[in-house]
C-alpha cells in the first residue's frame, strides 16, 4: 500500500478505512484490502522534477487556479519564482 499513488489523497484513504470497518467483522486481513491498493498498475515517477510538477499542478486544482493562492500555499520566496516553474514545466492553468 506504500507504493499505491493515492490519488484521491486523505479522502481516499477515508474512504478505504470506512468501507474496511463496515464491511469487516474484527480484523482486517490482507484479503480484505482491494487488490488496486495492494498493486497499483501505474508506476509513479521518483524524479524530483516530475514530482515538483505534479505537486504544483495539484495545488493549483485545489486552489482552483488561483495562482496567488497556489503560490503562498507551496512556500515559494516570490511569485515570480512561481511562475517560472509553472512555465519550465509547461502547466496549464484554466482560465489563463
Same mark, same amino acid.
Not at 490519488?7 to 467483522?25: D, K, S
Not at 480484505?32 to 498493486?39: A, L, S
Not at 504544483?56 to 493562492?69: A, P, Y
Given at each position: ?6 490519488? $484521491?489523497?486523505? #479522502?481516499?484513504? +477515508?474512504?478505504?478505512? +470506512? ?16 487488490? #488496486?491498493? !495492494? +498493486?497499483?498498475? &501505474? ?11 505534479? @505537486? *504544483? +499542478? @495539484?495545488?493549483? #486544482?485545489? !486552489?482552483?487556479?488561483?495562482? #496567488? ?5 507551496? $512556500?515559494?520566496?516570490? *511569485? ?11 502547466? !496549464?492553468? &484554466? $482560465?489563463?
Amino acid at each position: 500500500m506504500r507504493n499505491y499513488p493515492w490519488p $484521491g489523497n486523505v #479522502r481516499e484513504l +477515508e474512504n478505504l478505512v +470506512e468501507t474496511l470497518y463496515v464491511f469487516c467483522e474484527s480484523e482486517v486481513s490482507l484479503n480484505d484490502i482491494p487488490q #488496486r491498493f !495492494k +498493486e497499483p498498475s &501505474e508506476t509513479i515517477s521518483l524524479n524530483w522534477k516530475d514530482a515538483e510538477k505534479n @505537486h *504544483i +499542478e @495539484h495545488v493549483i #486544482r485545489l !486552489k482552483k487556479g488561483n495562482q #496567488r493562492q497556489a503560490w503562498i500555499a507551496l $512556500g515559494y520566496g516570490s *511569485i515570480n519564482t512561481f511562475r517560472n516553474k509553472i512555465r519550465e514545466y509547461s502547466i !496549464k492553468i &484554466e $482560465g489563463s
